[in-house]
């Protein structure tokens, strides 16, 4: 093991070597930082240049200058990373690449958890229902969505989804003929994704129709978008659903034991609705944390506790469960606080971002910050959601199909074991292994590769340095900007082939 990853390591860190080199000799020859001073009219402008070449260096050969630079990258690795400045701004790279590689974590995040758990769902879901008018409709999604510009994209979504929803909250009222169509729209889907008969698909069509137009109703009657809330009764039925779903999931219904464990979860949650009212008065990121890691524990306690033919399956039934539950609580506090912080000076009525990380000059406690933060994230973060959203469906939905037809899936059925069985224990594990090669090199790519969306949406991440230091012929900060993805990829590589060897059994590492 420890002979492959020092070859892995050395192999990897000659590619990096190569490709600083290259991209740095690009740089060198193709940025111009005299082109300005040369077209300038100034009496002073031979000075200038010189002052300007001296600064930067210029009149020493590239691969001097890259022998240079190098020497302070590999700083890095003893805890002295010098990656030298922007001569404009006269920042160190190291100081703006702290600065911008929080802001694009904080982005991409939350969209490729989101985007990866959608789409393997929805694309596993596609697969067993093959040829349904359901997976059509998916297909059919996927490629309209992987197929739209990004920036057409995001501009739509600030135009609907930013601009079109702050103007509906001046008067949020859906009329009759609106919840008729959504309505409809909504029994359509979800007698597509149920599936079945005919007869199954007409009263799901009327149930989901009906479950819509209900909502809608209270929705507008309430005035509930301007002062939106759970409570403890939606939180409980949202609960007891999450419950059955996860354990006919991960263990089945008839596994009673992890049943009970995952009901269980959702009594617990609920009982503790109140006093945690009192102890969010005074909440920090620190003790939100903390309260995520006690509710994994108190689910996988709970599980244990509860036992059965399978204690393993009653653990991760009933931590599953307490995790939904919890984020359903956090959200429903996030609520608490919607109709201060949209009535507030700096808001205005207005809640829903089109630009920047924050508002700026807003005060208030943490779930305030919190909920700020979340409204900016919303829309960059949709963005990204959608294409990465299709992929992953395709991939995940291809991958599985093929699992499906060989000769191991046949001998489990054979075998008379149950078609959750076969698909969650035997055939899943086996079709995550190309998204293992995908899903890493995404993220490593995103770190870099969401230029357009930090553009439009004002994010000052990892685009944003990059294209400036483009726009200033500014090769430092791009040269950090390159380092920090590159290393990502190299390392994402690595990373593939170990969780290549924790998902195939037939894959291991040798020395």
């Not at 689910?299 to 009653?314: A, E, H, K």
């Not at 912080?341 to 406690?365: F, H, M, V």
């Amino acid at each position: 093991m420890l002979s492959f990853l020092g070859r892995r390591i050395l192999s990897s860190a000659i590619v990096l070597l190569g490709a600083t080199f290259i991209v740095y000799m690009l740089l060198a020859y193709s940025l111009d930082p005299l082109e300005e001073l040369y077209a300038s009219s100034a009496p002073n402008r031979d000075q200038l240049i010189q002052q300007r070449i001296d600064l930067l260096n210029l009149d020493t050969p590239a691969p001097v200058r890259y022998l240079s630079w190098l020497g302070g990258a590999a700083g890095c690795l003893v805890g002295q990373c010098d990656l030298g400045s922007s001569w404009v701004t006269n920042q160190p790279v190291v100081a703006m690449l702290s600065s911008a590689i929080p802001q694009t974590v904080t982005l991409i995040g939350m969209s490729v958890v989101v985007a990866l758990a959608l789409g393997v769902t929805v694309g596993i879901a596609s697969a067993l229902r093959q040829y349904t008018g359901f997976d059509y409709g998916v297909t059919f999604m996927s490629f309209v969505l992987y197929s739209l510009p990004s920036f057409w994209v995001a501009v739509l979504l600030k135009l609907w989804g930013a601009i079109g929803f702050n103007d509906f909250l001046a008067d949020p009222r859906i009329s009759p003929a609106a919840i008729a169509g959504i309505s409809l729209l909504g029994g359509l889907v979800w007698q597509a994704i149920v599936g079945g008969n005919a007869r199954r698909r007409a009263t799901t069509f009327v149930i989901a129709g009906a479950a819509t137009a209900g909502m809608l109703t209270f929705i507008t009657t309430t005035g509930w978008l301007l002062d939106p809330s759970l409570g403890p009764v939606v939180i409980g039925i949202l609960g007891v659903a999450i419950a059955f779903g996860v354990t006919a999931v991960a263990a089945g219904l008839r596994n009673r034991k992890a049943l009970y464990s995952a009901l269980t979860a959702v009594g617990l949650g609920l009982a503790l609705y109140f006093p945690l009212q009192f102890a969010f008065v005074n909440a920090s990121a620190l003790m939100i944390i903390g309260f995520g890691l006690l509710t994994v524990l108190s689910g996988v306690v709970i599980g244990w506790l509860f036992g059965g033919p399978d204690r393993g399956q009653s653990m991760r039934s009933a931590a599953i469960t307490a995790v939904f539950v919890a984020i359903l609580i956090f959200v429903d506090r996030l609520m608490g606080v919607w109709e201060v912080y949209s009535s507030s000076s700096r808001i205005a009525g207005r809640p829903i971002a089109t630009i920047g990380s924050q508002t700026p000059g807003l005060t208030g406690d943490f779930w305030v910050e919190t909920l700020d933060t979340y409204t900016h994230l919303i829309l960059p973060t949709i963005a990204l959601i959608l294409i990465s959203f299709a992929s992953y469906t395709r991939y995940s939905r291809a991958s599985l199909l093929e699992v499906m037809n060989q000769d191991y899936i046949r001998t489990a059925r054979a075998k008379g074991l149950s078609e959750r069985v076969v698909t969650v224990r035997h055939a899943f594990r086996n079709a995550l292994i190309p998204l293992a090669t995908i899903v890493p090199l995404d993220i490593a790519n995103l770190f870099g590769g969401a230029i357009i969306t930090e553009r439009i949406f004002g994010w000052t991440g990892m685009g944003t340095l990059f294209i400036q230091g483009m726009n200033r012929q500014d090769a430092d900060p791009v040269m950090g900007y390159f380092i920090v993805v590159g290393t990502l990829l190299v390392l994402a590589n690595i990373v593939v082939d170990f969780v290549y060897a924790a998902l195939d059994p037939r894959i291991r590492v040798n020395a």
